[in-house]
């Protein structure tokens, strides 16, 4: 009853930059955090922003000062702005949220989207 859709992942020059855009469907009461992530070819999956409701943005180190992350609650939707790409950037990015499904309770439940690819060439 909850979908996640990523979009706006593709191939792009180093020092490039692109949008990546989550939209969050179905039975929701209130979506709490959200997130992305990203998985590189052979290495495990980490962190890259996390949004609290309140709007605390918290990022990786190795993308601070180059990513932002930033959400649309009407629009149960999360965006990332990823500028000066670098090839090491490269990898599936992923799209999680913890959403409080019911009004009458405070229990959340966390999904994630499919991904979408992203590419950084030298």
């Known amino acids: 009853q909850v979908q996640l859709m990523e979009s706006g992942g593709g191939l792009v020059q180093a020092g490039g930059s692109l949008r990546l855009s989550c939209a969050a469907s179905?039975?929701?009461?209130?979506?709490?955090?959200m997130g992305w992530y990203r998985q590189a070819p052979g290495k495990q999956r980490e962190l890259v922003a996390t949004?609290?409701?309140?709007?605390?943005?918290n990022y990786a180190d190795s993308v601070k000062g180059r990513f932002t992350i930033s959400r649309d609650n009407a629009k149960n939707t999360v965006y990332l702005e990823m500028n000066s790409l670098k090839p090491e950037d490269t990898a599936v990015y992923y799209c999680?949220?913890?959403?409080?499904?019911?009004?009458?309770?405070?229990?959340?439940?966390?999904?994630w989207g499919r991904g979408t690819q992203v590419t950084v060439s030298s």
């Open positions: 949004i609290t409701s309140g709007n605390s943005a």
């Open positions: 999680n949220t913890a959403v409080y499904r019911y009004y009458y309770s405070t229990m959340t439940y966390d999904y």
């Open positions: 179905g039975t929701i009461y209130r979506i709490n955090s």
